[in-house]
């Protein structure tokens, strides 16, 4: 397998870019859009009412990144530039790209040097909210600040007021305001990953000053994007009914009403929500924390009606649901049956992996490997050459993936280059069979997926807490 990559890696340098035709060209793209990222180090004020400034490293100056917004069917050609003082790479996270626009370094590219410069060239072929970030040493440079907001609208987008894109994060700030650079601590691999000590929202800190402006009887839509390294968001919007139209930017058939005590949203994931703001005028309300009691939990903005009357005495009555994409749907009956089971961490029994070809117990190994987690018995590093794929499927295979956690530990997993329909947690069948790309499985729970194999390529699995998928949590499904 690792000599395979290898020679693909290096016909892949020498050609440079331009050897990345994307797959199923042949639907000729309404537009191609190009844009330059540029990632850098610059200092922000995350707090505009103080003046202190904090260093990040993010995309074209801006924190987060800049808002990259689609049509579906568009082509985009991106070009990073890199002016980091490490390698970098870029991953479109949800994106059904080509593999080799995919982003992962080692793995579809060799990552981008200092200096040097990438393009990703692919068609954007499903509408929904997205986002994008490093997948090199993801496990600082996300935290640090590199990620952003990419939108795909729907050729028949549900009909709304306000379109807002929140992206959730938080960062770790010692008394001067930056960031504290203790990235990569095996503690935090192995147990919860490293959290930052202040909540943000679009890139500053949260709180009541952070605004959704509307207008008594409008139509929002918010998209909620979760950028954080390892942060789980629970939030509750106070005095509105909203319906979860989109889950990780896949429309649902039915619209869902959010739950009263709260969504949670664990790294990597999306949410669509609509509301109809029909309070009076000049009202604001609360999106907060919720699951803790009203005291201690965070603001992290609110939704503030502006003194102008209504713009309609009662809520639109036109369909709030999010038209699906063309996903192939798997066919459960004739679907193959794999297994991956999760172990290890700081918690719980103790946990025998093969570490590079012996068996080792990874509790005594953890500090000197920087291993903490096992996928089917293998500890691995991220992108490692060496790496055995967890699953060889073949184009077109319908496949049912049973992920048994036996870990202590919550872990959002994520699979790169498809969606799946989250069938079953427990046992026990969930009615909505939503399309996901990124699923929270709980502690010692086991989770059932399903989905069709049809993007050709070596595809990452991992845990989206960016700390457990440097230490063990990453692994790839190959599809050919
Ligand atoms: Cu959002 Cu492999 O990542
Ligand atoms: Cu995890």
């Not at 490093?134 to 007021?161: C, M, N, T, W």
């Not at 203790?182 to 490293?194: M, T």
């Not at 699979?415 to 009615?431: D, M, T, W």
Request: charged share 20%; hydrophobic share 40%; aromatic share 8%.
């Amino acid at each position: 397998m690792h000599v395979r990559r290898r020679q693909f890696l290096q016909s892949a340098a020498a050609l440079g870019a331009a050897f990345a035709l994307p797959a199923g060209a042949a639907v000729p793209a309404r537009k191609e859009s190009r844009i330059e990222l540029i990632p850098s180090e610059f200092k922000v004020a995350l707090d505009p009412a103080s003046p202190k400034k904090t260093s990040v490293w993010s995309f074209n100056e801006t924190f987060p990144g800049p808002v990259l917004r689609f049509r579906r069917g568009d082509r985009a050609h991106i070009t990073v530039r890199n002016q980091l003082p490490q390698e970098t790479t870029v991953h479109w996270h949800g994106l059904r790209v080509p593999n080799a626009m995919d982003g992962v370094p080692g793995v579809t590219q060799l990552p981008i040097a200092a200096g040097g410069r990438f393009d990703y060239r692919f068609d954007l072929p499903d509408s929904g909210t997205f986002w994008y970030h490093p997948h090199q040493a993801s496990f600082e440079q996300v935290p640090r600040g590199l990620y952003g907001a990419l939108i795909v609208e729907e050729d028949k987008a549900p009909k709304v007021d306000r379109d807002e894109v929140w992206v959730l994060s938080d960062i770790k700030l010692d008394e001067q305001m930056q960031q504290v650079e203790d990235y990569g601590r095996i503690l935090d691999f192995a147990n919860e990953g490293r959290r930052g000590n202040q909540l943000l929202v679009n890139g500053l800190v949260a709180g009541p000053e952070r605004k959704i402006a509307v207008r008594s009887g409008e139509r929002l839509r918010l998209r909620l994007i979760n950028a954080a390294s390892a942060r789980f968001f629970k939030l509750s919007l106070e005095g509105h009914a909203a319906s979860i139209v989109a889950w990780d930017g896949q429309g649902l058939a039915t619209p869902q009403p959010m739950p009263a005590d709260g969504i949670t949203l664990g790294p990597g994931m999306r949410v669509d929500l609509i509301l109809d703001c029909m309070e009076k005028p000049g009202s604001r309300f609360e999106v907060r924390e919720a699951g803790r009691p009203k005291a201690s939990a965070t603001v992290l903005g609110v939704i503030d009606y502006s003194t102008q009357p209504p713009v309609r005495g009662k809520a639109l009555a036109t369909s709030i649901v999010v038209p699906p994409n063309a996903i192939p749907e798997p066919n459960l009956d004739k679907a193959s049956d794999h297994y991956i089971m999760f172990q290890g961490g700081m918690r719980g029994a103790p946990t025998i992996g093969m570490i590079d070809g012996k068996p080792s117990r990874i509790q005594d190994i953890m500090a000197k490997q920087g291993l903490a987690w096992t996928m089917n018995y293998n500890a691995q590093h991220e992108h490692a050459l060496m790496h055995e794929p967890l699953l060889n499927l073949s184009r077109g295979e319908h496949v049912i993936l049973h992920m048994v956690n036996e870990t202590d530990f919550i872990h959002p997993m994520h699979l790169h280059g498809h969606f799946f329909r989250l069938l079953a947690v427990n046992g026990i069948a969930n009615p909505q069979r939503e399309w996901r790309d990124t699923v929270i499985m709980g502690a010692r729970q086991t989770m059932d997926v399903a989905f069709v194999a049809e993007n050709p390529g070596e595809w990452m699995y991992h845990c989206h807490i960016l700390d457990h998928a440097a230490g063990g949590m990453m692994g790839t499904i190959v599809v050919e």
